[in-house]
């Protein structure tokens, strides 16, 4: 039998104007799910994985044929349903209505565990979408690049002073996301030590130069990490490896790292994280033949991988989760003291989610990169006096290569998006742009997700699990037009631990869609003031009222 | 400190033509609500609940308060967002948007269980949303009752040639759902003995007409079946007790009813299952006191109850759960082959699902009985060859008595609803009608719910813990122009066991009106059809052909 999910060949979006559906509104997801699956963009794409363990754009290729199929021949009055990475059903609705509606790996919480998703999948009854995957707005590490950067920017604001210059960061995982590791790092001033287990990884990041160079071990390594630091050089260092196995002997060494952190995929003990004593294929292996007991292996190196994590942080080095549910299951593989490191949202992240910021993002359907770069021009000239989003978009310009499709991720929130978007429309409306462009974001967003590990960790009224919220989002962005709209289960943290939603619109130039614009990127990054407004978070209040939200029990604006 | 949860007073719908809002499509949701909390629907109005154990229409009554005042402004291009019971924002949207987005009682499955739900609860910060307590569509006992004989009638046809004559039912629980069971098995020909722990619920169904008789005690409920049964009379009849103690006396005593079965609120076995030993009152006070040891208590009681109903079945008594989960809570107090009896679904309601047949429901804001009475008429002249349905609104209407605005519920499927929504709109149009008519249906529905201890018992393919489906049907629903829509969890079965969606529309006998309702009549229910086909139903598939859906990898009609 052959493996319904496995194909051999490339794929990469169309470029240009020359539509291949009815209209732009069903390009943009077409295009957007072949660009998912492009060499350049997607970890596995032969076997439909786009990033973050198993996070797939299609349920198996069958579907991806008929999902392609369909959107050639989609009305600008049919929406099409995808469930799972399959598309189960063409359905009337109107124009301001999304064209896509997508529902992955979504499972009734009692059931909601990898146990249950694994024999689902099994069957083919399931596909894990991860976050930006399955949901086709994945661009590659750059899309995680900023969140990164942002990331070790603040944390040296809280610990150095805002200056990282002579400071190195220890870390794991060169993926589709952790990949965007050391070159944040390296754009935050610096160094980095990254371990990865698997040199194809290494090799890929050494090729899009998101990593600058590979030690051939640790005392290597180490050694770089002092000549860097001590020159003030902010570069970065691959080391293949096991982090369960370097990281401890770091801590017996007495090295003393600047800040801590991973993004392994912890998530997935089965798909995402190696278990010491093992290589690569070993693992792939085991993983088929005994699944409970690979499970298991991978959990319980986990555990040894936070136990050292938490030595670094008794040394006093700030130490955190990256979102990848490490501490959880070190904690139920008995690593008690498990969340004494804190997570990255809480600690770095939320007061910019409360004024609605976070991964906003958009792609250049024409493949053109000069488009990408008329918008960063565009960006500078509509929010003038923000200095570091300024040294982002020169920094992001300079040492980001594109992959696949040309596209660019900022940090924007309420207010901006919008301001942003409708110039976009402009552009394409005036030829300034040589086609259209499709603006999205992450599931990571102020007010798209509940994953009490991560995004929702620690709320202040202690609101973490309520997942109302993302369903909300989802709700009302479909009510407002946009193009394409996905609800998830299981995204960052895995099975059981959270659930987020995704939004996509297209600026195709027309008024119509200049209406839409208006109101779904108002209203995505307003519901994530909301959320935190309504757990009380004095920023998200101050911003609504700024804004002229109108939240019933907090604020009514003037009519 | 006063209970945020509990006002004196009276509500009712306002009736007649003269709008509090401003338009039908948000005095629909206001009466609705309103509705909803009539003392003639709700069981438990001051404390703002509807039914179904703790299945309420607010968070509490200053969110109330707020949901009104802010439907009485909402404009036409304006979407109310819910967040469990608490008017959260107002956004603009567009005049096909619904204009009201609902999201009750939704929890990260990992926290998904009734411990983090009462945490949560206490704090204020949650509210259990039942199916159509929290989403508007509650049209009291009424609701349920033809779902309720459905079923008997189903059950009289498989296991007594079609013919209840002469037959008893034994079942528990007269509250808001389970109050109908004595009405729906007199309809069904049958005679009926209900157990309830509470006169005060027993009193209420006899005012009611629900039930015909209460007996003083076990002997002479067993005496007048006796009689009724030989006499081949349909009597219903209540007995005040604990259907854990009086269930297992009646295996004791050798008596073999012809069918059993129980909705008590076993989902809820903090608020809603009496534990032995214990008065109603002693119980609530208990819950406060001690929630563990009080759930415990219930929990223990309901795997007393379970071992009777298995005695009953290894009797060859056709045995089966009602959908209030109380296999699993049994299962759960080491009761290991409580899951040998069926749930109602997979038994007999699976092939009404899988022609996207449900409880199809709707009710006259005039609050004009004639209103019903002509859209009954109109049924029976759209729907002229059903002999079925036809005898069935001609019981409805002699035999039960309207609560609160007057509604009717009709279980019909893909082809029929479109029909019949359009001719309503056609007739507020015309004046035929006096006011606008809602229209809405269960969560319990073809395409609206992933419950695998009820509606998805059992699926075919084994995709019973997939809740893609009900989240696609939200999607679907807004995206189609529904007025409100709903998205919620636990409904039915309790915390961490189901999710499901609602929705409602609003015939105003407009052009706008009559397009969103042939959208959302025909897609909602189109959702079952799929969902069914999906999992391989071979009459869904059918249904699919000849209803000309687009299924992309089953379907794909002649454009
Ligand atoms: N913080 C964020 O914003 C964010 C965003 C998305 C994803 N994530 C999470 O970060 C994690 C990584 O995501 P990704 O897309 O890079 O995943 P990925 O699966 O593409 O990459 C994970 C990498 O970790 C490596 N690895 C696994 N076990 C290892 C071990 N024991 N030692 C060293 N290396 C090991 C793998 O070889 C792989 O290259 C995931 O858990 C994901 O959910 C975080
Ligand atoms: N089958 C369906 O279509 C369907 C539909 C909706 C709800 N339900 C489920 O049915 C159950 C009942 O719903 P409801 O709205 O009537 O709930 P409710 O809370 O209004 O009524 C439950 C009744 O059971 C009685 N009761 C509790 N413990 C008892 C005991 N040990 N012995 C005798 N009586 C006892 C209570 O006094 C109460 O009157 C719920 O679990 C609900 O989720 C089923």
Redesign the interface.
Known sequence: MTDPRYRQGEIRAPRGTQLNTKSWLTEAPLRMLMNNLDPDVAENPEALVVYGGIGRAARNW??YD??V??LKNLEDDE???V??G?????????S???RV?I???????????WE?FNE?DA?G??MYGQMTAGSWIYIGSQGIVQGTYETFVEAGRQHYGGDLTGRWILTAGLGGMGGAQPLAATLAGACSLNIECQQSRIDFRLRTRYVDEQATDLDDALARIKRYTAEGKAISIALCGNAADILPELVKRGVRPDMVTDQTSAHDPLNGYLPQGMSWEEYKDAAQKDPAGTTKAAKQTMAVHVAAMLEFQKMGVPTFDYGNNIRQMALEEGVENAFDFPGFVPAYIRPLFCRGIGPFRWAALSGDPEDIYKTDAKVKELIPDDEHLHHWLDMARERIQFQGLPARICWVGLGQRAKLGLAFNEMVRSGELSAPVVIGRDHLDSGSV???NRETEGMQ?????????P??N???N????ATW?S?H?GGGVG?????HSGVVIVCDGTDAAA?RIA?VL??DP??GV?RHA?AGYDIAIDCAKEQG?????ITTPNK
């Open positions: 069958e579907c008929q999902i199929a369909t929406t099409l349903l469930q799972s399959k598309p189960v059903g063409v359905f009337k609705t109107h301001n209505a999304p509606l529902a992955n790996s979504n499972l009734v919480p009692h059931w909601a565990n249950h689902l069957k009854l399931a509940a994953s009490p009224d202690g609101s973490d699990a309520v997942s109302d919220w369903l909300l989802a709700l009302l479909t009510a407002s037009g709209v609800l289960h099975m059981g631990f959270s659930q209406e109101r108002h209203n307003a519901t909301m309504d939200l109108h939240l019933p029990m």
